[in-house]
């Protein structure tokens, strides 16, 4: 069992900042693969972000590239994503998940978080 807390979120202007975090408890998080999911109002779940075991390779979906980085510390059981160049349109909520193995960009993960919300005001 993997428990999963995100932080982070909250109101920014468009072109601000903001670094959600991931903390995971329970088994191995070293072994699980991450990723951070997001949801906008009447939008299905979309993949964002996500690192392998190791935080060797990373990948993002096409317009995040450039603004967000997923990174992990495995010391602390930890799974960030850092947003810069917020825009209006990555209002939504963002989810932390897990899966064994390798990084996948759908939604077969295990374990999910209860999201954190992110508003970016024009």
């Known amino acids: 069992q993997v428990q999963l807390v995100e932080s982070g979120g909250g109101l920014v202007q468009a072109g601000g900042s903001l670094r959600l975090s991931c903390a995971a408890s329970g088994r191995t998080f070293s072994g699980y693969a991450m990723a951070w999911f997001r949801q906008a109002p009447g939008k299905e779940r979309e993949f964002v972000a996500g690192?392998?075991?190791?935080?060797?390779?990373?990948y993002y979906t096409d317009s995040v590239k450039g603004r967000f980085t997923i990174s992990r510390d495995n010391a602390k059981n930890t799974v960030y994503l850092q947003i810069n160049t917020l825009k209006p349109e990555d209002t939504a909520v963002y989810y932390c998940?897990?899966?064994?193995?390798?990084?996948?960009?759908?939604?077969?993960?295990?374990?999910w978080g209860q999201g954190t919300q992110v508003t970016v005001s024009s």
């Open positions: 690192i392998s075991t190791s935080g060797g390779s990373t």
């Open positions: 998940a897990a899966r064994r193995g390798t990084v996948v960009t759908f939604d077969a993960y295990f374990y």
